[in-house]
């Protein structure tokens, strides 16, 4: 009764169709797993609103006995809400457990048997979730690449170091790994409840599909090897810390549970190496020079990340600077401290140092230097053959969780 006097009252004054979405729960699912449906319904409606070009006048959220209701006034006909509602009852997996009332009609519940509806939100915000962090570790590495300028990588302006990959290498080579970042957030919430170590030999296994994707995508050329490796331990680690509720989404708490998942797998390998002849530029620098590279970093929980490349990026952001901007600042911290094993493998050590030094000198001089005195950067290290690719890998790791982080 409360609620149907709460919508005629909005009638009433705006002299407008008013929708409302009701969602109810009877203790068969948790209040915050209903809260979160809640909210993603009324998101959902309102894009429906947004994408009708239906101007919402007044919006009002009323708790009503053992739910929640969001009442909407909208300029429009009833014919025009109607279909909006009709629309999100098609064509949203969750929407048949709201109350909708349409500006006319009520479309009711569909009452689901006991823990029914948890089951069905539950699986719903798996997928949801996977979806999302896949669609966000593509947009970090589409970032990356197009982040300009970037000393001796791959961007906008030039092809670095490289003469057998593009900026287009790099987009065909991230179209074909967006199914692989869904699959290993899966193999995380699939493999939660076992040990650190399943989850990171499920890992690896996709893992191997996912750099055959990537060779088939760019006829052979390693654009994302070092990413696969990286961002997919990454996503491993969010679903295996996923909850249907709420799920992770505090980088340092994620970066950490990595280290669980990688450093036994590290550890094998590392002493493998002492017993067998190196077969890659990493393993042999591994032997030479006790550089640990990207394995050691996932043992350690990517402190490079954590330590560096994040909070690099968020004062650049708190600054003001773009996302460019922030990008290739947070690279150019990496680059500074990181011991890249692509740079020492490219150049060698005296090179790769020199290189380190500039970067360090440049921001110790102005911490957030124009991105002219960056491109000249470029032109050196493209003059030296140089190009952190080890660093473009985490600072790919660090958009992602920067984003996973505000999603």
Same mark, same amino acid.
């Given at each position: @009764?409360?609620?149907?006097?709460?919508?005629?009252?909005?009638?009433?004054?705006?002299?407008?169709?008013?929708?409302?979405?009701?969602?109810?729960?009877?203790?068969?699912?948790?209040?915050?797993?209903?809260?979160?449906?809640?909210?993603?319904?009324?998101?959902?409606?309102?894009?429906?609103?947004?994408?009708?070009?239906?101007?919402?006048?007044?919006?009002?959220?009323?708790?009503?006995?053992?739910?929640?209701?969001?009442?909407?006034?909208?300029?429009? $006909?009833?014919?025009? $809400?109607?279909?909006?509602?009709?629309?999100?009852?098609?064509?949203?997996?969750?929407?048949? =457990?709201?109350?909708?009332?349409?500006?006319?009609?009520?479309?009711?519940?569909?009452?689901?048997?006991?823990?029914?509806?948890?089951?069905? @939100?539950?699986?719903?915000?798996?997928?949801? !979730?996977?979806?999302?962090?896949?669609?966000?570790?593509?947009?970090?590495?589409?970032?990356?690449?197009?982040?300009?300028?970037?000393?001796?990588?791959? !961007?906008?302006?030039?092809?670095?170091? #490289?003469?057998?990959?593009?900026?287009?290498?790099? $987009?065909?080579?991230?179209?074909?790994?967006?199914?692989?970042?869904?699959?290993?957030?899966?193999?995380?919430? !699939?493999? +939660?409840?076992?040990?650190?170590?399943?989850?990171?030999?499920?890992?690896?296994?996709?893992?191997?599909?996912?750099?055959?994707?990537?060779?088939?995508?760019?006829?052979?050329?390693?654009? #994302?090897?070092?990413?696969?490796? $990286?961002?997919?331990?990454?996503?491993?680690?969010?679903?295996?810390?996923? /909850?249907?509720?709420?799920?992770?989404?505090?980088?340092?708490?994620?970066?950490?549970?990595?280290?669980?998942?990688?450093?036994?797998?590290?550890?094998?390998?590392?002493? +493998?190496?002492?017993?067998?002849?190196?077969?890659?530029?990493?393993?042999?620098?591994?032997?030479?020079?006790?550089?640990?590279?990207?394995?050691?970093?996932?043992?350690?929980?990517?402190?490079?990340?954590?330590?560096?490349? =994040?909070?690099?990026?968020?004062?650049?952001?708190?600054?003001?600077?773009?996302?460019?901007?922030?990008?290739?600042?947070?690279?150019?911290?990496?680059?500074?401290?990181?011991?890249?094993?692509? @740079?020492?493998?490219?150049?060698?050590?005296? +090179?790769?140092?020199?290189?380190?030094?500039?970067?360090?000198?440049?921001?110790?001089?102005?911490?957030?230097?124009? @991105?002219?005195?960056?491109?000249?950067?470029?032109?050196?290290?493209? /003059?030296?053959? =140089?190009?952190?690719?080890?660093?473009?890998?985490?600072?790919?790791?660090?958009?992602?969780?920067? !984003?996973?982080?505000?999603?």
């Amino acid at each position: @009764m409360e609620l149907e006097r709460a919508r005629a009252a909005l009638r009433e004054r705006y002299g407008a169709p008013v929708i409302s979405a009701v969602l109810r729960w009877d203790g068969g699912e948790s209040e915050l797993l209903a809260g979160r449906a809640f909210r993603a319904g009324t998101e959902q409606l309102e894009a429906g609103l947004a994408g009708a070009r239906l101007t919402v006048l007044a919006r009002r959220e009323e708790p009503i006995p053992g739910g929640r209701a969001a009442l909407y006034a909208v300029e429009g $006909t009833a014919r025009d $809400t109607a279909a909006v509602c009709a629309s999100l009852r098609e064509g949203w997996p969750l929407a048949g =457990l709201f109350d909708l009332e349409d500006g006319e009609n009520i479309l009711g519940a569909q009452i689901p048997p006991p823990g029914e509806a948890r089951r069905r @939100m539950a699986a719903y915000f798996a997928l949801a !979730d996977r979806e999302r962090a896949a669609a966000l570790v593509t947009r970090a590495l589409l970032d990356e690449v197009c982040a300009t300028p970037k000393p001796g990588l791959v !961007d906008r302006a030039n092809n670095g170091s #490289h003469r057998d990959m593009s900026l287009f290498t790099f $987009t065909a080579s991230a179209a074909a790994l967006a199914p692989y970042w869904r699959r290993c957030v899966q193999i995380g919430q !699939d493999t +939660a409840e076992q040990g650190p170590e399943e989850t990171f030999r499920a890992l690896r296994r996709a893992g191997q599909g996912a750099e055959r994707a990537m060779f088939a995508a760019t006829g052979g050329v390693n654009t #994302h090897k070092g990413a696969i490796f $990286t961002l997919g331990i990454i996503c491993g680690t969010v679903g295996r810390l996923w /909850r249907p509720e709420s799920p992770c989404r505090d980088p340092e708490t994620i970066l950490a549970q990595c280290s669980a998942l990688a450093a036994g797998a590290a550890r094998r390998d590392f002493a +493998a190496l002492r017993d067998t002849p190196p077969r890659t530029a990493g393993e042999r620098l591994y032997a030479e020079q006790g550089i640990t590279g990207i394995r050691g970093e996932a043992a350690q929980g990517f402190p490079s990340v954590s330590q560096i490349a =994040l909070p690099a990026l968020r004062r650049a952001l708190a600054a003001g600077r773009s996302r460019n901007d922030a990008a290739v600042l947070a690279l150019l911290s990496l680059i500074a401290r990181v011991a890249d094993t692509n @740079m020492l493998s490219r150049g060698g050590p005296e +090179a790769a140092r020199s290189a380190a030094e500039d970067c360090a000198r440049l921001l110790e001089g102005d911490a957030m230097p124009s @991105m002219e005195a960056v491109s000249r950067l470029d032109e050196a290290f493209i /003059r030296q053959n =140089l190009s952190p690719g080890g660093c473009a890998d985490l600072l790919s790791a660090a958009l992602f969780l920067w !984003d996973w982080s505000q999603a």
